[in-house]
């Protein structure tokens, strides 16, 4: 087993295990709907990283931030459709990156490569996971509470919008740190199917964040691996096993 | 004579540019029961909200310094998208686990509840359940948003001979919203009627006459007492 191999893998590990704890958190189809566009926002940043070759990560996440401070801004005024707003941003990341995209480099923007990060790349990503693990957990029970009833959560005291903001936060981290992984395009995928396959199969919190935190590292694992033996593209079929294991639990669920 | 624990005067509520609230005051004194009736959109449910904090307001909103208010919510369309045991939705309050077992048998359930899906439960089960959770830090004051009537939540026990039995244990003072007459009639000590505005506020039995019901409802409400034998 090559460095790079173990550097990849390693990294997969750590991004796929914490994309699946947040995607825990993601379960109102309005923050379901959040992560496809953000990722979607970050094609002309990875686009610009590639271009100039610097990592991709660090070019998708000033466009990440963009796409968090605009649905901050179309949350406040909530007249505004979200499904025509994300409609529009998808639309528009995918087409403002092709205007100056290499083609060459199309399907690592899309899909990503997890088959060249080096050494320092795979330290930060794994502080920085570790490090939004600890955000996490620390605002989980509040992030819970407010999911289920944001008057709720105001009766108790909670501070919804700082809570929503360090969440959000999250999100973009995760984001940025996925399209190393799965791309512009498959993010809403790393982050939610797990999550909705540990759900239809845990009966309480405890499960239901270990079992999207395992499907996650697994699914990544797997993928990775797989590209290993088969050449295929590590992204798309992290995403594939991650769709394989919720069809399991969706069978077992029954 | 009882202390008063709510001060309500002049107050005013709008949302979205409407007037929900006009001109409303009352004072509630510590072991009242007090319903507020209207019918639907009548702004009761923005009452309640106002008066727990979470809505802005106009007016003077005074509590006892210190007060703890707990607050039963109509409902949670949410909660059943999480998979998550009744303990863990009682800890997201910080309930430990011995408060969370004293409070559930005080309200007729066994220890073993604790384990249960949330998502599970019917809607008897799981309105007891958020009873349990505004009990939780023993609050002196109730905020009950509509429980669904007549659902028997176990033998012949409805939710308000359940508040009854809480009231009698530990001097709860508790504002109820409903539209349901027979509960104001059978429960409350004092009555606020809310269509908008204040339509009347006083003991049920002097105060809803039917010129007044006809008021709040805007069509002819004829009352019949049922007798029990």
Redesign the interface.
């Given at each position: 087993m090559s460095l790079q191999f173990f550097l990849s893998l390693i990294c997969g590990v750590f991004i796929g295990g914490i994309a699946g704890y947040l995607g825990t958190l993601m379960l109102s189809k309005r923050m379901a709907l959040v992560a496809g566009p953000l990722g979607h926002l970050t094609l002309p940043g990875i686009a610009l990283a590639l271009l100039y070759d610097f990592d991709i990560s660090l070019g998708a996440f000033p466009f990440v931030i963009l796409g968090i401070i605009l649905i901050w801004l179309f949350e406040m005024r909530t007249k505004l459709p979200m499904e025509a707003l994300t409609a529009i941003i998808f639309a528009s990341g995918v087409a403002i990156a092709f205007l100056f995209l290499p083609i060459e480099q199309a399907e690592t923007a899309l899909i990503g490569d997890i088959t060249k990060v080096s050494f320092g790349e795979t330290i930060i990503t794994a502080i920085l996971c570790f490090f939004i693990f600890l955000i996490i957990k620390k605002i989980y029970s509040q992030m819970t509470l407010i999911n289920i009833s944001e008057d709720l959560a105001k009766a108790e005291g909670i501070n919804v919008k700082k809570y929503n903001f360090l969440y959000l936060f999250c999100i973009a981290i995760i984001v940025a740190l996925g399209v190393k992984m799965v791309g512009g395009l498959l993010t809403a995928a790393l982050v939610a199917i797990p999550a909705a396959a540990a759900r239809n199969l845990s009966k309480n919190l405890f499960q239901y964040t270990f079992l999207a935190t395992s499907f996650g590292i697994i699914s990544s694992f797997l993928g990775i691996w797989f590209f290993k033996l088969t050449g295929f593209p590590a992204g798309p079929l992290i995403i594939l096993e991650s769709g394989l294991i919720f069809l399991i639990s969706l069978i077992s669920k029954k | 004579m009882s202390e008063t624990i709510l001060k309500v005067k002049n107050l005013n509520v709008e949302l979205d540019g409407e007037g929900i609230i006009k001109d409303l005051s009352f004072e509630v004194r510590k072991g009242d029961i007090l319903t507020i009736l209207g019918p639907n959109g009548a702004g009761k449910t923005v009452l309640l909200?106002t008066l727990?904090?979470?809505l802005p307001c106009q007016g003077e909103i005074e509590w006892t310094k210190g007060i703890k208010?707990g607050?039963v919510?109509q409902r949670?369309p949410?909660?059943k998208?999480?998979?998550?045991?009744i303990l863990?939705f009682f800890?997201?309050?910080g309930a430990s686990q011995e408060e969370a077992k004293t409070l559930l048998n005080s309200v007729g359930f066994k220890e073993d509840f604790l384990?249960k899906?949330i998502g599970e439960l019917s809607s008897g089960q799981f309105q007891r359940t958020l009873v349990v959770w505004a009990l939780i830090r023993n609050p002196e004051v109730l905020l009950f948003d509509e429980p669904t009537t007549g659902i028997d939540i176990g033998g012949e026990e409805t939710i308000y001979s359940l508040l009854v039995k809480l009231k009698e244990k530990s001097s709860l003072t508790i504002l109820l919203v409903t539209h349901d007459l027979s509960v104001v009639f059978k429960f409350s000590d004092f009555v606020i009627c809310l269509n908008k505005c204040p339509v009347c506020q006083g003991v049920p039995k002097e105060v809803l006459t039917p010129e007044i019901l006809q008021k709040l409802y805007g069509q002819e409400v004829k009352f019949y007492e049922h007798h029990r034998h």
């Open positions: - | 909200k727990l904090g979470v208010i607050y919510p949670l949410f909660i998208d999480v998979p998550m045991s863990e800890k997201l309050k384990n899906k």
